[in-house]
């Protein structure tokens, strides 16, 4: 009858098993995380590195074109610049056969002086304008 009235288990707990059990546990725990860390660490060195900007190298005339910018306002602005100057200034296009450019806004004055020029049938108005005669004879190339 005393068997009967036991309805539960009357054999202790294995301490040690059940440390070692926590033991593994805890252990696992530590890996992963340190696996996770390190993975982490990894894609963070890897992204900081593709984002970073590229090095400028030291001779620019050794890669084709064409080339990363850098700084692209500054690129944009410089380029600006050069137009600018190009559009408000005199010089020449192609020295050897006489054709030079003026200021965009000489340009247009004269535009406004003499009209547009009547352009002939099947003929650009570039085309008719380099086809007749200078109306004002061009200076000489100087001698280099």
């Known amino acids: 009858m005393n068997a009967e009235r036991h309805a539960h ?3 202790d707990v294995d301490v040690a098993s059940m440390f070692l059990i926590a033991l593994v546990l805890f252990l696992s725990c530590a890996l992963i995380f340190l696996c996770i860390g390190g993975v ?4 963070s060195i890897k992204k900081a590195a593709r984002e970073a900007p590229p090095r400028v190298a030291p001779m620019a005339g050794a890669f084709p074109q064409p080339r990363v ?3 692209p306002a500054l690129d944009l602005e410089k380029l600006r610049v050069a137009e600018d100057a190009q ?3 005199y010089g020449w296009i192609n020295r050897d056969a006489d054709v030079a450019r003026i200021p965009i806004h000489r340009a247009m004055q004269l535009i406004l002086e003499r009209g547009l020029p009547d352009v002939g049938k099947n003929e650009t108005p570039l ?3 380099q ?3 200078q109306e004002v004879p061009s200076p000489k190339p100087v001698p280099r």
Do not use: A, C, D
């Open 40 to 43: 982490m660490r990894f894609l």
């Open 131 to 133: 086809s007749r005669p």
């Open 69 to 71: 910018q850098v700084r």
């Open 127 to 129: 085309h008719y304008m």
């Open 87 to 89: 559009l408000n200034s």
């Open 9 to 11: 288990e009357e054999k």
